[in-house]
């Protein structure tokens, strides 16, 4: 169990959060206080996971043409920075990382995934420049009976 004040945020939450489904976080300003830093990251390091002082400050960007709101992170020596559309639907298109972490999303489409589980659906994985292929089937070890 993590003990944490209880205003404090976890930055494994912060993809969901920065998105402002619920409205302004932090109010439309910037934010201070605890944060359990990700979960992954804590173990890579092999780190315990507890909160820490940190801040997020939020700043107006241009992001390929659209407008964005820039969340930067400070925790510690540690920085992490999230690009999010200001427009719906508030998709989060970019973060970077103190630890080497460089993602932009390359290409999005608004699909009923729940309708897209049947053979021959995945020839839509060619529409994000994915193999066609399902991935691989992993078998469970000998002895191991999976379902019914």
């Known amino acids: 169990m993590v003990e944490t004040p209880p205003d404090a945020l976890y930055e494994d939450a912060l993809l969901i959060q920065l998105r402002e489904l619920d409205g302004p976080f932090a109010g439309g300003g910037d934010w201070q206080g605890s944060i359990v830093p990700s979960l992954w990251r804590g173990r890579r390091t092999h780190r315990e996971a507890r909160p820490v002082a940190a801040t997020i400050a939020r700043t107006e960007t241009d992001v390929d043409g659209a407008r964005a709101h820039r969340f930067a ?13 200001a427009d719906a639907p508030h998709r989060v298109i970019a973060w970077t990382t103190s630890d080497g972490e460089d993602v932009r999303i390359r ?3 608004r699909l009923k995934y729940w309708e897209l589980n049947h053979p021959g659906d995945e020839a839509r994985r060619e529409e994000f420049g994915l193999p066609s292929e399902s991935a691989p089937t992993i078998e469970p070890p000998a002895g191991i009976t999976i379902g019914p």
């Open 107 to 109: 290409e999005s489409a």
């Open 73 to 85: 992170l400070a925790a510690g020596e540690y920085r992490r920075t999230f690009d999010v559309e």
